[in-house]
């Protein structure tokens, strides 16, 4: 969509996805899936006890802990220096890269992502007024490219990779393609130069795929992590930050100094705002950990309020019906990414906008059950 189409000037549109939006996508098609890091370090435990892995015994009952951060264990046993200990945060990397693949694998190479696909597609719709500008992503798999190739023919990872994929596409296209950034790499990216982007499952060892593995300290000051974030501080340079299921903790400190240099320390123009598409309670407390940055919850986004409020009785007050808004946006059964995508929806087909896209596929999303 141009400019002149809408008549209007067009917000220009990053997206930031985490863990939760992959959780999200996933759980539409098997909740039984679960890619969190909670769900990642109790696949861990188990793997360390059915393949009795001698050299994880001393850290079991340590990750045994519910509030055991996997990232930084690895850190601090990377940070002793002893062998002994590098060789247990190796071990604890590769089994991270393992149950993330088997977990992926079981949604089979043929599934095409739903709630992804829409949300590039929507930007398709004259009259949105959103120009997509780009797309940062902290997962490692492949479930975003899958929905850019889908609207937009092919992908563009702002770096040089040498393409032997059976699937996805690399290259020019017809239609204008996003940038896709992927800050801490990929599990279908080999570890070679010039890079090669494989099948996953042709990938058999965790050293042979770049990716920056768990750990507070996340190396990004080599190639081709320096250039991606380089090139995620550029694209910053935009009206509107969504962020989607990501909550960045103080594991993703770098993270949280690039959104506050690009957004508070940008001298050129008004800062951009931050929309935090997760449950209120994870958005209420990135707000209060991170108060110099400026953000908007879901539940004060004028469309989710608007879309919610149809789904309860009139007969409520102001007061309780925010009440049962945040209960909703709460429930670990809601999902927040489809809530706010249908939302989005229902705003253009309230102001007469129709949802028509060369593809079809938000319009075929949104009409399944509204």
Not at 53 to 61: A, F, G, P, S
Not at 283 to 302: A, H, P, Q, V
Not at 320 to 332: F, G, Q, Y
Request: net charge negative.
């Amino acid at each position: 969509m141009t400019e002149k189409q809408s008549g209007h000037s067009s917000k220009k549109i990053v997206y930031l996805l985490g863990a939760g939006a992959t959780q999200a996508e996933v759980s539409l098609k098997d909740d039984t899936i679960r890619i969190l890091m909670r769900d990642i370090r109790d696949g861990i435990l188990k793997k360390i006890d059915r393949d009795n892995i001698v050299e994880l015994k001393e850290v079991k009952n340590e990750l045994a802990n519910e509030f055991t951060d996997v990232e930084h264990l690895i850190t601090l046993y990377e940070s002793t220096g002893m062998p002994e200990h590098e060789v247990i945060a190796k071990k604890l990397k590769e089994l991270f890269w393992k149950e993330i693949q088997e977990r992926i694998k079981k949604l089979g190479d043929k599934y095409q992502p739903k709630l992804l696909t829409a949300l590039i597609d929507i930007h398709e719709i004259l009259g949105l007024n959103e120009k997509l500008a780009g797309l940062i992503t902290l997962n490692y798999e492949d479930l975003l490219e899958k929905a850019v190739q889908t609207v937009k023919e092919s992908i563009d990872y702002s770096i040089k990779i040498n393409n032997a994929h059976s699937y996805i596409k690399l290259g020019p296209s017809a239609i204008q393609t996003p940038p896709v950034l992927k800050l801490h790499g990929s599990f279908n990216w080999k570890n070679e130069f010039p890079i090669t982007l494989i099948d996953e499952y042709k990938i058999t060892k965790p050293e042979d795929v770049l990716w920056i593995p768990p750990g507070v300290e996340k190396k990004r000051e080599k190639y081709p992590f320096n250039i991606l974030w380089g090139r995620a501080r550029e694209i910053l340079d935009c009206d509107v930050l969504r962020v989607i299921g990501c909550s960045l903790s103080r594991n993703d400190w770098q993270l949280v100094s690039l959104l506050y240099t690009t957004q508070q320390l940008a001298s050129h123009k008004k800062e951009y705002a931050i929309e935090l598409i997760d449950y209120v309670d994870v958005s209420k407390e990135i707000r209060e950990n991170y108060s110099y940055l400026s953000f908007r919850i879901i539940s004060d986004i004028k469309e989710v309020r608007n879309f919610l409020i149809k789904s309860f009785s009139t007969e409520y007050g102001e007061d309780k019906l925010s009440i049962a808004i945040e209960e909703l946006l709460n429930n670990p059964k809601t999902n927040i990414f489809d809530t706010w995508l249908r939302a989005k929806g229902e705003d253009l087909k309230s102001r007469d906008i129709p949802l028509t896209t060369p593809t079809m596929i938000f319009e075929n999303y949104f009409n399944e059950v509204s």
